[in-house]
């Protein structure tokens, strides 16, 4: 599903995903702030998961078509391991936080680096992987 919704348009899909899954992470620490019950929760943290995995999950690993030819290796492995490093990071710390606050600050966080990004984002979808990398150049 995901990759039928990106081949159709990254930028449009970027910012679907990380609108719904700021709104799911809002709703989330909101249910834990008023201690509304499990099934909620479970419910809501299903919506984020979905709304996380159409766009903000998958569109990053398509990082290759952002680097000329001659690095594309190199940086796509840097991207691949600095990725891994912040999900390392942000698993560790998460854990320490009261769950009404680490949601909200996941959203808070998304809300703030995420907006920025994905408005800078150009579309690059049925473009070559060369004409795709020009507009990054």
Not at 45 to 68: D, K, R
Not at 90 to 103: C, D, E, K, N, R
Request: aromatic letters at 10%; one cysteine or more; hydrophobic letters at 60%.
């Amino acid at each position: 599903v995901s990759m039928t919704l990106v081949d159709r348009g990254r930028r449009q899909t970027l910012l679907i995903s990380l609108a719904a899954s700021i709104a799911t992470m809002i709703l989330v620490s909101l249910a834990f702030a008023l201690d509304a019950g499990g099934l909620l929760v479970v419910f809501l943290l299903s919506a984020f998961v979905f709304a996380y995995s159409i766009g903000l999950g998958s569109v990053p690993w398509l990082c290759s078509e952002l680097f000329a030819p001659a690095i594309r290796g190199q940086a796509t492995g840097l991207c691949t391991a600095a990725n891994w490093a912040a999900n390392m990071l942000f698993t560790q710390v998460f854990a320490m936080i009261h769950p009404s606050l680490g949601f909200a600050l996941i959203a808070v966080g998304s809300a703030a680096l995420g907006f920025p990004l994905v408005a800078e984002f150009p579309e690059t979808a049925s473009k070559s992987l060369d004409e795709a990398s020009a507009l990054f150049a």
